[in-house]
């Protein structure tokens, strides 16, 4: 069975043809430019295929909320031009199919525990760290929603002794995303994260704000398998730096295996590599239709 998926970013957009059992048969992807613009582009490509449903994953905030009149809507972004633009509206005028919707993250985090990394747990947390950081959780065996949905890339961190560093957050300055993000890097830096490959302190730096926000999500979450995507975390040196940070950080007080005895296989890269966000809209897109 075939399903549309879309990884709605707010720097590209990720189109994409998959199957009930994950594999994708089509990728393009293309910039975000102007809502106009961008959708004529998805409805280009998607014209004339066969598929049963479709699953999008979206850059936030989203309206996730079934009863609400702006359910489907990209909502309250920065992003110029997207602001409360109804992207499942947009979607549905030119495809007669069930529509599964969530964020970008909630759909890694599926797609990662369908197919990838935490594939046969009933819980996981992705986070991305890339031009901003989020994160989506697989609780039970369901995406975590709430009141809005979880925004994790926000929470506060314990600044450093010696980083001077303001933080890059527009709406909060020095919290996860404004210290660690990859525009964090650049501003803090002044070259590009893949610039600055073998400078040590910049990872170290990286390592030990993420590392707190990991204890923050172990304690709290309590996931099974945390994976860790996005363009900064294609630095891979991150991984070791990370697991140790949390180590420590934990200090004996979570006594289970997966932390004790190795967190080479509890903080992991995903398993779906870049196709994380596009095989969760796989599963959005199946999810569904198995509710229609
Ligand atoms: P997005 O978050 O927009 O979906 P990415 O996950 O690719 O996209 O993240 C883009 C950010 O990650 C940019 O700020 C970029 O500088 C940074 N980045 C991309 N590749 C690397 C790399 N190899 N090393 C460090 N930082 C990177
Ligand atoms: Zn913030």
Known sequence: MQIAAIEAGGTKFVCGIGTDKGEILERVSFPTTTPEETMAQVEAFFRGKSFAAMGIGSFGPVDLDRTSSTYGYVTTTPKPYW??????????KHFDVPVGFDTDVNAAALGEAEWGAAKGLDSCLYITIGTGVGAGAVVEGKLLHGMLHPEMGHILVKRHPEDSFAGFCPYHGDCLEGMVAGPAVEKRWGRKGHE???????WELEAY???????????TLSPKKIILGGG?????????LIRQNVKELLNGYVQKAEISEGLDTYIVPPGLEDNAGLSGAVVLGLRALEQK
């Open 196 to 202: 600055l490959e073998h400078e040590s302190k910049v």
């Open 83 to 92: 602001n409360q633009f109804d992207l499942v509206g947009a979607v549905r």
């Open 209 to 219: 704000y993420i590392a707190q926000s990991l204890m923050t999500f172990i304690l």
């Open 232 to 240: 900064v975390m294609k630095q891979r040196q991150l991984f070791p």
